[in-house]
């Protein structure tokens, strides 16, 4: 058996289809019935993921696995193929979300009761919108605010846990954006101090959003019976065990080791809710269950890179990795900001390390996997990730790889930090 297929190959013959169509992101979905429901722009592309399975010939007999799976785009494309999905995903939001979404088999009008019930409620609910953070203060106007707080009450009073009461709180969640003043930058950071030119107006966004969501619970319902998805609230890192029977193919596209805090994504939101108070609170409900990919998390808990470098899990790429995190350690030392890149990299590693070993533990031989990968470069240092993540791979008990360049990124912004040439693209694992 030929152990490696080439890496970095650009021309690429088993898979033209794809390659072709794989330049979507998450805007893509905004289009698509369910997906739509939510905007969380880490999200791929559905009709990606619809295109792999077909290519690889995935039916209603397999199971399909993503460890990281966000808002839930590829349990949602597996429902409307009727094949079975499990989905990991660490982030207790973001994992609500998905699971929100894979309630599709509501009936409309059950949705509609709920959402009417609200609105009547929402009228005779004093609002208190003066013990808000400041983050949420500043990202409304008054009346906009006083609104949603009267329609949030509405709801904590009337929860009930059914798939309706979930529904309706993914359509609040939603419309949180839209009602808001504030800008967001790229990847969802909220921006109080920017404004931004389209705001919507509480209660006509929610009418449409519940509107749009009970098209597509019709659009849905048509063409599948019930959700054959299942969705793991829990660490991709430990995995195996919850994992109910061996699985045939995965997709994914885990955190990239770029310093995008992914525990920060959804703040606002959770400010709002009331499940934190402001940044400070975000590293014990949220980052502390992910896995590293920003230096915030490194250098929170406190990592020491001689532990790191020890770990069993980083055996396989030891010489190359301690060679850059030293670098990084160096580098480090010139840079005001001091930021924990070299923990972040060799944690990173070593996470994603612990993912492939649970998932060579859980997916049959001869399975399939494709990874949406992105390599980095903290202060400038080059990080080959992709081809770090494909030796742990190798070194997990899987048996080829190869990798297929996408684009090429970091060589456009005028504001980039430093002008080491990185790509994106997508690792094909086998074995
Ligand atoms: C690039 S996003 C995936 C987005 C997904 N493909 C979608 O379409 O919505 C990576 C996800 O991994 C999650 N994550 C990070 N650490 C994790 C862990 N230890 N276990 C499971 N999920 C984790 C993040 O919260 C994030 O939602």
Redesign the pocket.
Same mark, same amino acid.
């Given at each position: 058996m030929q152990r490696q297929l080439t890496l970095f190959e650009d021309d690429v013959q088993a898979t033209p289809a794809i390659k072709v169509s794989r330049s979507g992101t998450?805007v893509d979905?905004m289009a698509l019935p369910v997906h739509r429901w939510f905007r969380?722009s880490?999200?791929?592309a559905?009709e990606w993921?619809d295109q792999v399975l077909t290519e690889w010939g995935i039916g209603r007999q397999h199971l399909v696995l993503?460890?990281?799976?966000?808002?839930?785009?590829?349990s949602v494309v597996c429902d409307t193929r009727g094949t079975p999905s499990l989905g990991?995903?660490?982030?207790p939001l973001? !994992?609500r979300v998905?699971k929100s979404k894979l309630l599709w088999k509501t009936p409309p009008q059950r949705l509609d009761a709920f959402a009417g019930k609200i609105l009547v409620q929402s009228g005779k609910q004093r609002s208190q919108t003066a013990g808000y953070p400041p983050l949420i203060e500043r990202s409304y106007d008054a009346d906009a605010l006083t609104s949603l707080d009267a329609m949030k009450r509405a709801w904590l009073a009337s929860q009930d846990e059914s798939p309706a009461s979930e529904l309706v709180w993914l359509a609040l969640t939603a419309i949180l954006r839209p009602t808001s003043k504030a800008g967001t930058a790229q990847w969802q950071y909220i921006l109080p101090n920017k404004a931004k030119k389209r705001v919507l107006a509480p209660h006509p966004a929610f009418r449409q959003q519940i509107e749009m969501m009970k098209s597509d619970l019709r659009w849905m319902q048509a063409r599948a019976g019930r959700s054959l998805a299942e969705i793991i609230a829990?660490? !991709?890192?430990t995995?195996a065990d919850k994992t109910p029977r061996e699985v045939d193919a995965v997709i994914?596209?885990?955190?990239?080791a770029n310093n995008y805090d992914?525990?920060d994504?959804l703040r606002f939101e959770m400010t709002f809710w009331g499940d934190v108070n402001g940044w400070g609170d975000i590293h014990d409900a949220?980052r502390k269950?992910?896995?590293v990919?920003s230096s915030q998390h490194s250098s929170r808990e406190r990592l020491r890179l001689a532990d790191l470098l020890e770990s069993d899990a980083v055996t396989p790429i030891h010489a190359e990795l301690t060679q850059v995190v030293e670098r990084l350690a160096e580098v480090r030392k010139d840079h005001g900001g001091k930021k924990h890149y070299h923990t972040m990299v060799a944690a990173y590693c070593r996470?994603i390390s612990l993912?492939l070993q649970q998932l060579r533990r859980v997916c049959k031989p001869g399975s399939r996997m494709c990874w949406?990968v992105g390599d980095s470069a903290p202060y400038g240092v080059h990080c080959p990730i992709e081809k770090w993540i494909a030796e742990l791979a190798l070194a997990a008990g899987f048996e080829t790889y190869r990798f297929e360049k996408l684009r090429d990124r970091n060589t456009k912004w005028k504001n980039r930090k430093h002008r080491v040439p990185l790509q994106e693209g997508l690792l094909w694992i086998q074995g």
């Amino acid at each position: 058996m030929q152990r490696q297929l080439t890496l970095f190959e650009d021309d690429v013959q088993a898979t033209p289809a794809i390659k072709v169509s794989r330049s979507g992101t998450f805007v893509d979905n905004m289009a698509l019935p369910v997906h739509r429901w939510f905007r969380y722009s880490a999200g791929f592309a559905a009709e990606w993921v619809d295109q792999v399975l077909t290519e690889w010939g995935i039916g209603r007999q397999h199971l399909v696995l993503d460890p990281f799976v966000g808002s839930g785009t590829l349990s949602v494309v597996c429902d409307t193929r009727g094949t079975p999905s499990l989905g990991v995903e660490a982030h207790p939001l973001v !994992a609500r979300v998905c699971k929100s979404k894979l309630l599709w088999k509501t009936p409309p009008q059950r949705l509609d009761a709920f959402a009417g019930k609200i609105l009547v409620q929402s009228g005779k609910q004093r609002s208190q919108t003066a013990g808000y953070p400041p983050l949420i203060e500043r990202s409304y106007d008054a009346d906009a605010l006083t609104s949603l707080d009267a329609m949030k009450r509405a709801w904590l009073a009337s929860q009930d846990e059914s798939p309706a009461s979930e529904l309706v709180w993914l359509a609040l969640t939603a419309i949180l954006r839209p009602t808001s003043k504030a800008g967001t930058a790229q990847w969802q950071y909220i921006l109080p101090n920017k404004a931004k030119k389209r705001v919507l107006a509480p209660h006509p966004a929610f009418r449409q959003q519940i509107e749009m969501m009970k098209s597509d619970l019709r659009w849905m319902q048509a063409r599948a019976g019930r959700s054959l998805a299942e969705i793991i609230a829990g660490d !991709a890192r430990t995995l195996a065990d919850k994992t109910p029977r061996e699985v045939d193919a995965v997709i994914t596209s885990p955190p990239y080791a770029n310093n995008y805090d992914y525990a920060d994504a959804l703040r606002f939101e959770m400010t709002f809710w009331g499940d934190v108070n402001g940044w400070g609170d975000i590293h014990d409900a949220v980052r502390k269950y992910l896995i590293v990919s920003s230096s915030q998390h490194s250098s929170r808990e406190r990592l020491r890179l001689a532990d790191l470098l020890e770990s069993d899990a980083v055996t396989p790429i030891h010489a190359e990795l301690t060679q850059v995190v030293e670098r990084l350690a160096e580098v480090r030392k010139d840079h005001g900001g001091k930021k924990h890149y070299h923990t972040m990299v060799a944690a990173y590693c070593r996470d994603i390390s612990l993912v492939l070993q649970q998932l060579r533990r859980v997916c049959k031989p001869g399975s399939r996997m494709c990874w949406v990968v992105g390599d980095s470069a903290p202060y400038g240092v080059h990080c080959p990730i992709e081809k770090w993540i494909a030796e742990l791979a190798l070194a997990a008990g899987f048996e080829t790889y190869r990798f297929e360049k996408l684009r090429d990124r970091n060589t456009k912004w005028k504001n980039r930090k430093h002008r080491v040439p990185l790509q994106e693209g997508l690792l094909w694992i086998q074995g």
